[in-house]
């Protein structure tokens, strides 16, 4: 279940997780995200674990935005030498609802997105306007750009209100150790606002396809072994999956 506005508050007043606000209508929007301190120090719970980028509207307690939750890199919920989960994975799959991560999660097949190396651009109806932020910003310059080339290249008619939209920006001044030969905004997830319920791939393409976008590409191994040692080869033009 997904923590109160007010539960993010507190997280922030204590230092937990940092908290970020916009004024717009006479209403206030506040987002929250974890910190460098909350991964170092390994600080998970139902309210760190939803902080990365989630916006509520303070009047009313409404959830505007609802990002990705927290992912985590290979050798922090799997111990990569015994290939037994760590006790955080038992965390996540408790409040994340990730209930089919097993013990022979290694034999399963796997669906692995391309993993682009620019900014999480969260997209979301604010009850008056389509807006883009990022994960820690309303106002970053990042969250200024993909405000100006949505409103370029994006037919936001096309988009449902009651859904958050996520996307990688990428643009030649947010430099990153990865340099693309294109600009723009590339839809990586569709999420229910109220549930997390996470849209399917196909309605993805769907979506990408209908307002002529581009999507992260997405592929399929046999495998979690066959995962690792493809990422283990990845070119220096690949940050992962």
């Not at 097993?102 to 399963?108: A, E, F, I, T, V």
């Not at 883009?132 to 409103?151: H, L, M, P, R, Y």
């Not at 723009?184 to 999420?191: Q, R």
Request: with cysteine; glycine share 8%; charged share 30%.
């Amino acid at each position: 279940m997904l923590p109160s506005v007010n539960e993010f508050i507190a997280a922030a007043g204590q230092g937990r997780i940092a908290m970020h606000e916009l004024k717009i209508n006479n209403k206030t929007l506040l987002g929250f995200k974890y910190t460098t301190n909350t991964v170092y120090s390994e600080d998970w719970d139902n309210v760190s674990l939803h902080a990365r980028g989630i916006v509520f509207e303070y009047e009313t307690g409404k959830v505007l935005a609802r990002p990705f939750d927290k992912f985590f890199n290979l050798g922090e919920m799997i111990d990569v030498e015994t290939g037994e989960l760590k006790a955080i994975a038992e965390y996540v799959k408790e409040h994340l609802g990730f209930d089919n991560l097993s013990g022979d999660y290694k034999h399963q097949k796997f669906r692995v997105m391309d993993k682009l190396d620019g900014s999480l651009g969260i997209m979301f109806w604010t009850g008056h306007k389509w807006l883009v932020k990022t994960a820690g910003s309303f106002e970053s310059d990042q969250a200024i750009w993909a405000n100006n080339w949505s409103v370029e290249n994006i037919d936001t008619s096309k988009l449902d209100k009651s859904k958050t939209y996520l996307f990688e920006i990428i643009y030649d001044e947010d430099k990153h150790s990865i340099e693309y030969d294109f600009e723009g905004m590339v839809l990586l997830g569709i999420v229910d606002t109220q549930s997390g319920i996470e849209e399917s791939l196909s309605e993805i393409l769907c979506v990408a396809k209908e307002l002529n976008i581009r999507h992260a590409d997405v592929l399929e191994f046999t495998d979690f072994d066959e995962v690792v040692k493809y990422a283990k080869n990845l070119p220096k033009t690949k940050e992962g999956v």
